[in-house]
């Protein structure tokens, strides 16, 4: 079946086995190199203050960092490990391969990386504290992840604030939300080099199809620990149920829950589209990745290896999202289930976003002003 794509908290110290490292970063630096600090978007006019201001990316991918890649290859060797939370030959394994090759051919052979099997270092909480330690150079890991360590990024994924993969693209990828959380990795010794991502969260169940709210009224629906998740079904009159990945297969299975959130692709590896009936392609919550890197292995490289590295991320990050994208689609054609579509213009899709922008006011108190006013300018009801 086809689609329609409408589709600071700061943590200063990290804690690891009762020794506390304190990590000083260069922020000046880093985001000079990323090619923000030339140029900056005041947000004044929106409520902001010019203290959070976002910064706007001025060059290309060929030529974000500030040195010439071209020159890298004369340049001292330096190596790096990478991975990621998602284990076998997904597009996560192809993509780390794909990163490991380019960073090799743009530096002239002065970066070498060596792939980690995907799951073998733990969950993304994990990885982004190994990545402020040092203890790992290089990962892919969800913008969500990264927040269950160092915490204020959630506005970045609020309910209905993008709905479509054309969103994603202007804002997400290429704009101002890029660039601040770009600014906020830094405030935490983290390098978010660049975009991947985990697509748009939908909702899968064995009980009926959902074309309105009443429809999704007493539905239990698995969702993860994200309060914005739960917030979101609850207010649409659904009974959100917090619960592990690993759990999830068996919740359905024994009828613990009606149904499941998550994205096309992350359904598939967590074993339950075959249990799946119906698909509601609510498109309500987009999340986000990277490839990120730590602040001591970024620095342990000069400026042109910097270059041929950025240039190897925003190619390997592009290749990453156009694989998942296409992948999802192919599930869907090939799904048995029942995929419903919902129409931008239908009553339920207008209430659903007015629900969900009633939220963000609960919100507003955990995040800079600016950026919540920024938010509701572009993408309020």
Not at 13 to 36: E, H, P, S
Not at 169 to 175: P, V, W
Not at 214 to 236: H, N, S, W
Not at 347 to 371: H, R
């Amino acid at each position: 079946m086809h689609r329609h794509m409408f589709c600071f908290k700061r943590r200063d110290a990290i804690t690891r086995k009762g020794m506390v490292i304190m990590k000083k970063i260069n922020r000046r630096n880093f985001l000079k190199v990323m090619g923000l600090a030339s140029a900056s978007l005041t947000l004044a006019a929106c409520g902001g203050s010019s203290s959070t201001a976002t910064s706007t990316a001025t060059s290309t991918a060929a030529s974000a960092a500030a040195g010439d890649a071209a020159a890298a290859a004369s340049d001292p060797a330096v190596s790096f490990s990478v991975t990621n939370t998602h284990s076998g030959e997904g597009v996560q394994d192809k993509s780390m391969d794909k990163l490991i090759e380019l960073a090799d051919k743009y530096s002239g052979g002065s970066i070498k990386g060596t792939k980690i099997a995907g799951g073998s270092l733990g969950g993304e909480r994990e990885e982004t504290e190994m990545l402020q330690l040092g203890t790992l150079e290089c990962a892919f890991v969800a913008d969500m992840g990264v927040d269950s360590a160092i915490g204020g990024l959630g506005w970045a994924w609020l309910p209905f604030m993008l709905t479509s993969y054309d969103q994603v693209d202007e804002y997400y990828i290429n704009g101002w939300i890029n660039d601040e959380l770009t600014k906020q990795y830094a405030d935490n010794g983290l390098i978010r080099v660049a975009p991947t991502e985990n697509c748009f969260r939908e909702c899968g169940n064995v009980k009926r199809p959902i074309n309105s709210m009443a429809d999704m009224t007493g539905l239990k629906i698995r969702v993860p620990e994200t309060q914005a998740c739960q917030d979101f079904y609850t207010a649409l009159g659904a009974i959100p149920a917090a619960i592990a990945t690993s759990e999830t297969l068996a919740a359905l299975e024994q009828g613990t829950v009606d149904g499941v959130d998550n994205s096309i692709y992350n359904m598939k590896s967590m074993g339950v589209l075959e249990k799946i009936k119906y698909i509601t392609m609510l498109n309500y919550m987009y999340s986000g990745a990277s490839i990120t890197c730590s602040e001591e292995f970024w620095n342990s490289m000069t400026a042109n290896q910097q270059a041929a590295f950025k240039q190897a991320a925003d190619e390997a990050g592009a290749f990453f999202r156009e694989n998942m994208r296409a992948d999802e689609q192919t599930i869907l054609d090939q799904g048995s289930f029942e995929v419903e579509e919902i129409d931008p213009s239908s009553d339920f899709y207008k209430q659903m976003k007015e629900k969900a922008v009633e939220l963000w006011a609960g919100y507003a108190s955990e995040y800079p002003s600016d950026i919540m006013d920024r938010i509701n300018q572009d993408f309020s009801v």
